[in-house]
């Protein structure tokens, strides 16, 4: 038996004693066995703070309900749920439609959830009734509770474009830091001197490591961010910020925008409102390089987010924990590059071809 | 029993006699009545020839497999099947961001599927295998032989964003017809002469029904179109079509394209590779009004598609069939306003502001 435990504990990441039992979980919750029940079971009523505390019990124990009944009963569904927001973020449907590739490549299908960008919508009732063999959280706001309750309840989940704080959760992402840390290092080196931010959605990973990365170099190079505006990733927002941004009497000469769809608002209030010339009174880049960013009107320098390669993570991720042969957490950074285009003026030198676009690949960089 | 089949009749819009079975499909086919079975059984295997004359057949005789088994053992699953292609085209997210909103509302989620553009992929097999309730079809090219197979098989379908030859399937679409009239009207009224186009999938409705409007105004003014190249609805296809028409000695002094996300790409290359004045040397306009028309950038004149409202249409349909309520056929048509932007030279006249944009309006149209 110890033995055995044992090797249950080589496979599993976590040091597993005892499987937690619906009953723990009601002792540890101060509710009955059947309110457990009810709340791992689709469609069936529990109050909400109940439900909560059941699940706060559930995450502490590691309680994984009815894992054997449920791939008794469970018929493979063949689909597997994705959770997106604002398509109007070019980078949105450009993950959509790979995954929707390959998925259908594994023999899947999508189903899918489009939930508001502001609201942490709990979708775990909706994903447990639908029986979706896993789920894909491509919202960047979404809150990391609901991950963690898929994860309780045996569906497996992928963190998209985030990263999760608790380690129950495998993600796969751009890297953040490193490539605002090489944007901060690409204005310094062309000659910027007041560096503006705009931020998306503080609350989100995505939004802390690209201004952490941003920021940090900065620091460590005795330059910062004179000023920062908060776009909370939508164009309107943006729009606002950089409106906010340009109106200040002293007017950065760069602006890094945590994403490119940020950056195309913040191009167009730049032109149109402020009469300015870009790259010429002031530098624009943003992190994705969607296919807009290709665009002439915007030239947009901007670090890229490679979408298959991301998406062919996930997938592989998922197969492994829908076949159950996988029990690891992966944390996957897909590395980018900076892709040099018009919107920022150029440093002197570091500016290399690769392929049909250019890089900056600073052979001496200013810091490790 | 005659009465009790009148009655039928009466609901029904096509006469019916008696309800076709299996056997008078086999007959009128050609083959037996387990193949007509397994053709319309997901996941049996039937021969592509086989199944072609059966489908000719069932359609023929007005064949409804099944109804009566289907409805005992289908549990109501909730899902509606949406198949989209080609999410790069902004109209597409905004669709399909809307559709989310209001089958939510409604209580069903999306299982969605995207179609390669250029294939008319069969997803019936699918579709049946996943017992979504009902299906949107909002690809422009998919093949409407798979929007009869459905209607064959009992899967409420509506055409979304296309019309349908064929009288068996419900549609909702924009007015492409009026819509392009008023844009040729809009044009010659400006003072334009030489008129091009830059059609979308030559086989889809949208594209016929757009360039019928526009060609058919022009010739009933004694005017034509002098230049014609085909996009097929993609960026880089509208890229190399209007590379191609501004290269012509005789170039158009404007320019009508079948949908925005093509305008915004012979936008792109009048400029960026020809050096042109949009509209000093060339009028630009495209169909849709989608998000990114009304960027300073672009600020595209535009014939709009309400798609809230047109998804408010889709899912009132959806619902009358799949609740069986209505049996007949609507094809609807969402009247829109032809947006007045800069990317086009203006008339002197009709210009009428309708809340926060200026739409065109001429009081005494020049023809009927």
Known sequence: MVKKTDTGARADPLPVRRAATAYDVAKLAGVSQSAVSRAFTPGASVAPETRKR???????????????????????SGTIGVVISYLQNQFNPEVLESLSRALKAAGYNILLFTVDPHSADPVLEEVLQLQVEALVLG???????????????????VLFNRTSAVNSVSSVAGDNVAGSR?????????GHRRFGYIAGL???????????????????????????????????GAWDAMR??????????????????????????????????????LSIVGFDDVGAARWPSFSLTSFSQPVDVMVAETVRILLGLIGGETAT????????????RRSARLPPHGIERNGDVLVWCPSDPLVP
Chains 1, 2 share one sequence.
């Not at 957490?329 to 040099?340: C, F, Q, S, Y």
């Open 329 to 340: 957490r992966e944390a996957i950074t897909v590395p980018g590059h900076l892709i040099v």
């Open 202 to 236: 503080e609350n989100s990973s995505t939004n802390q490591e690209r201004e952490a990365g941003y920021t940090t170099w900065l620091q460590q190079n005795r330059l910062s961010v004179s000023s920062r505006a908060v776009g909370n990733y939508t164009f309107q």
């Open 54 to 76: 059941i699940i706060t019990a559930a995450k502490e124990l590691s309680y994984r309900p009815n894992l054997i009944a449920r791939s008794l009963i469970k018929q493979r």
């Open 244 to 281: 906010e941004i340009c109106s200040q009497p002293e007017r950065p000469d760069a602006v890094f925008c945590a994403n490119d769809h940020m950056a195309i608002a913040a191009l167009e209030v730049a032109r149109s409102e402020f009469g300015l010339d870009v790259p010429g009174d």
């Open 182 to 190: 090489r944007i901060a290092q690409f204005l310094a080196a062309g």
């Open 139 to 157: 919202s960047t706001s979404l809150s990391s509770a609901v991950a963690d309750e898929c994860a309780i309840a045996g569906i497996p989940v």
